[in-house]
């Protein structure tokens, strides 16, 4: 399984999660996006940016409200909250949006 | 009494799993209970149902297997240790895309979150280990 | 909140050579979420956990160093170092990585995770626990 | 309030008995199982640091682990009690928490 960017093909698993993470680009990002029917704006890349950086300094992704908080900060209370996570993706923001972000899967331990 | 157990090394290597094993059935016959037991590390190898011990050696996964029925003990294995390791029930097998599974009847795979669980709701939390 | 337990995770195994205290942070990151009392202590090998500088690229295994640094995005501040532990190896405060936290309770001050403590005082924070889990 | 520790290494393979009896707290118990029976040796290097820390602790060797090492009890120290699994579950009781040193 295989997502195609620019005529090349970076390999993913039966969800979807890109297999090597050096793979990721933002070409690729808007791919994956466009498989989970996601029109990424400039909100979503906010958040995609910061999983990103975040995943880039920890090594991990952020605990939920880490990233909650992080929006809040960036772009005002309307919209650092858990409804307005949902808005932008629709099957939750741990799961899709460290799909595009090309972050690890999480292994679902909760 | 209350008392969760966590088996953090796999079989036959170590003795963890076989102390663990006497430690469940002594708490059962002294009249505590064992709602869960854990496997975590290494110890998730303890589930596979595919090892094959010489017969004159005690067979470490049916022994849990049996003990967790007749008491109804919830052998829970930890994912994120499973999925490293190559331990997957029929649903992980789906999910991950892999042809075949190998999780002991009596034992489940479940997340990290069930040992947090069981720390809380327990009287006393026993690890085995090495 | 009397179903509040306090937990202490102890960590008393170098990193990499064995999956101990990569395994040990995956439990801490879960945990979080339970929002109990959680504090880590690190005593003998375990204070090699939290040395800087950690570089795996020759090795091939992730580094997992820099996330005991998000432990306080998780609300994990406590983390409990032995000094005994640090100076029978040769170490001392200046080798461990700087990890920090936002106190809520202070107008989000940034304060060091990191509290060193004497062997009796490490005894004292292992007596004072409902749950211990050890690594 | 006190606490039952167990210790399952030899002390003669890691520090894990001697780091586990310096954080003990006065009224504690000790439990040796599997390889760490081993540190019930009357005869040892170790059993003065041993005997010196039973004076303020409690310490137990688990029987079938020394059976099963061919430890005899006439080469165990005198202060050190045997206990079976039952005795390992009532000692578990018996003390507020559990702490493994592995």
Redesign the interface.
Known sequence: MAYEVNGSTVEH???GYITNLADWTKELADVIAETEEIDMNEEHWAVVNFLRE?YD????A??VR?LIKAIKKEMGPEKGNNKYMYELFPYGPAKQACKIAGLPKP???? | MKIGVVVSEGPYTHQAADTAYHFVKAALDGGHEVPRVFFYHDGVNVSTRLSVPPQDERHIQNNWTNLAKEHDIDLVVCIAAAQRRGLLDENEANRQGKDANNIADGFRISGLGQLIEMGIQTDRLVTFGD | MSDVKKFLYVNRKAPYGTIYALESLEVVLIGAAFEQDVSLAFLDDGVFQLTKGQNTDGIGIKNFSPTFRALGDFEVTKLYVEKDSLEERGLSPDDLQEIMYEDEDDDWEEKPSIRLVSRAEMADVMADQDVVLSF | MSTLHTVNKSPFATQTLMSCLNHCKDGDAVLMIEDGVYGALANSGMADFVRAKSASLAIYVMSPDTAARGLAEDKLLGEVSGVDYAGFVDLVAKHDRTQSWL
Do not use: K, L, M, R
């Open positions: 698993d039966e969800e975040y300094e920890y090594q991990i952020p605990a880490v292994t679902g331990c909760v």
